[in-house]
T-cell receptor
Framework: EPEVTQTPSHQVTQMGQEVILRCVPI?????FYWYRQILGQKVEFLVS????????KSEIFDDQFSVERPDGSNFTLKIRSTKLEDSAMYFC???FGQGNTGELFFGEGSRLTVL | DAKTTQPTSMDCAEGRAANLPCNHS???????VYWYRQIHSQGPQYIIH???NNETNEMASLIITEDRKSSTLILPHATLRDTAVYYC????????????FGQGTRLTINP
């Protein structure tokens, strides 16, 4: 069964460092998303991406964040200068998005720890 | 997006049917009801969705009231592996529409 894959599963970084989280969405999907979940809190929407541009972003997704689909298969989330409060699980999701098949499929997440 | 209301937690005995309620009294005509679950800290897992008709798949059944103001997710024979947080989400039709997660219901299946 096709699945969304994310790397790394866990990354530890120093405050102020740049981090790139990578995702390989399901191959025929058209819509891509990043979510995050701070420990003990709810899953929060960050950004959605379609046709090589951002469709929607939350207020969490400030200038420190960026997304890219560099090669038609990977979908990346970059955090330019990490802060302690960026420590969280980051989930990538994708959907086919047409008709009644709009369900999102999530990866297993990348745990980011900022020290 | 319509707000949904779910109980904070529920318990169910292994082998019994787990019935998880959700209220979405302000749901609009173009919003689907989606159910997801999250086992421990894993990625949310899609379960089922529907608009107004009842739906069934290999994981669960979804019963939506005729006025669409509430729904029930039914896990027919709960197992210990069904212990998770279950999210009921009202989501507009349309390709890029995001899912907005609430706090969900923490379902514990007891042996």
């Amino acid at each position: 069964e096709p699945e969304v894959t994310q790397t790394p599963s866990h990354q530890v970084t120093q405050m102020g460092q740049e981090v790139i989280l990578r995702c390989v969405p399901i191959s025929n999907h058209l819509y891509f998303y990043w979510y995050r979940q701070i420990l003990g809190q709810k899953v929060e929407f960050l950004v959605s991406f379609y046709n090589n541009e951002i469709s929607e972003k939350s207020e969490i997704f400030d200038d420190q964040f960026s997304v890219e689909r560099p090669d038609g298969s990977n979908f990346t989330l970059k955090i330019r200068s990490t802060k302690l409060e960026d420590s969280a699980m980051y989930f990538c999701a994708s959907s086919f998005g047409q008709g009644n098949t709009g369900e999102l499929f999530f990866g297993e997440g990348s745990r980011l720890t900022v020290l | 997006d319509a707000k949904t209301t779910q109980p904070t937690s529920m318990d169910c005995a292994e082998g019994r049917a787990a019935n998880l309620p959700c209220n979405h009294s302000t749901i609009s005509g173009n919003e689907y009801v989606y159910w997801y679950r999250q086992i421990h800290s894993q990625g949310p897992q899609y379960i089922i969705h529907g608009l107004k008709n009842n739906e069934t798949n290999e994981m669960a059944s979804l019963i939506i009231t005729e006025d669409r103001k509430s729904s029930t997710l039914i896990l027919p024979h709960a197992t210990l592996r069904d212990t998770a947080v279950y999210y009921c989400i009202a989501r507009p039709r349309g390709g890029a529409q995001k899912l907005v997660f609430g706090q969900g219901t923490r379902l514990t299946i007891n042996p």
